[in-house]
């Protein structure tokens, strides 16, 4: 009879001392979980805390976030063409009345140029540098001044010395190297002017239109000397002001389109790698408990 009380009463031991050490792992783990569950919370109180005031952290590849900008220039001031400058290429078409090519009949044998000094040959046309003094060496007229003029003024001013020669003769006066730099989206594009006028929206849709981040409502133009550029801000979210996408884009102008920054998104990414870290040593420290039960 004793000997049977005695071993309930170590089997009653046993269990207690199971139990015991199966409340302790049940406090331990409890503890574990309270500690990732802080974890968790400083790491989304980090995230509040980059998306409100260190948003700048993740968008560090935005460009001209500040500047004192000017008000959309006037149509007068828009509509005027690029003045010729030193270093500019012009191409010159002059005909007669029928139509007849004049420079084509002054090219040598084969095409040649006669007298071709500070001439480029585009294609088969032929162009003409302006040097740094604003002088041209033109074919008929010899060495023209023409820094300063707009491209019109200098059809009207070849086509008056030209009627000394010829009946009613017409000239044609194309400015090339004329280029504008667009940045958005990450990327870069150094866009020509090929035509003139060439609006805003023009500039765009050569450049492949915007895209799905970028922001109709916050385009920049910066023109003019980058010590002291004025600075435009367009917006072409609303069609109320479709008419500042008639904006006439200048030789040298810098548009830069801003995109959404996707605060989210990076603030996501960032964190993801912590995250997983923390579940894969939780998940790590649950297993060893359980075995140890």
Wanted: hydrophobic share 45%.
């Amino acid at each position: 009879m004793f000997a049977i009380r005695l071993q309930r009463s170590i089997v009653i031991n046993n269990y207690a001392l199971r139990c015991q050490k199966s409340m302790k792992n049940y406090l331990l783990l409890n503890q574990y979980v309270a500690l990732y569950s802080l974890l968790v919370r400083i790491l989304q109180i980090i995230a509040v805390f980059l998306l409100l005031s260190s948003c700048k952290l993740l968008v560090s590849d935005r460009m001209f976030r500040k500047g004192d900008f000017q008000q959309f220039v006037s149509e007068k001031d828009e509509l005027e063409d690029y003045s010729i400058q030193p270093g500019d290429v012009i191409r010159l078409q002059l005909y007669t009345q029928d139509g007849f090519p004049i420079l084509d009949a002054l090219r040598g044998p084969g095409g040649n140029e006669v007298n071709g000094a500070n001439r480029v040959q585009v294609g088969q046309l032929v162009s003409f540098l302006v040097t740094q003094d604003g002088y041209v060496d033109l074919p008929i007229f010899g060495e023209t001044y023409v820094q300063g003029m707009k491209d019109q003024e200098l059809e009207q001013f070849l086509e008056q010395r030209a009627e000394e020669l010829f009946v009613n003769p017409f000239a044609i006066v194309s400015v090339l190297g004329r280029r504008c730099l667009v940045f958005k989206g990450g990327s870069a594009a150094v866009v020509p002017l090929e035509t003139r006028p060439t609006t805003l929206l023009e500039i765009i849709a050569r450049n492949g239109g915007l895209q799905q981040f970028d922001r109709a409502d916050k385009i920049y133009i910066i023109r003019g000397d980058l010590m002291d550029p004025l600075l435009y801000e367009v917006d072409l979210s609303q069609m109320s002001n479709i008419a500042d996408g008639g904006m006439i884009v200048q030789s040298n102008d810098i548009i830069y389109i801003h995109r959404r920054p996707g605060v989210l998104r990076r603030a996501s990414a960032e964190l993801s790698s912590i995250t997983t870290l923390l579940l894969s040593s939780s998940s790590l420290i649950t297993t060893v408990l359980l075995l140890r039960r």
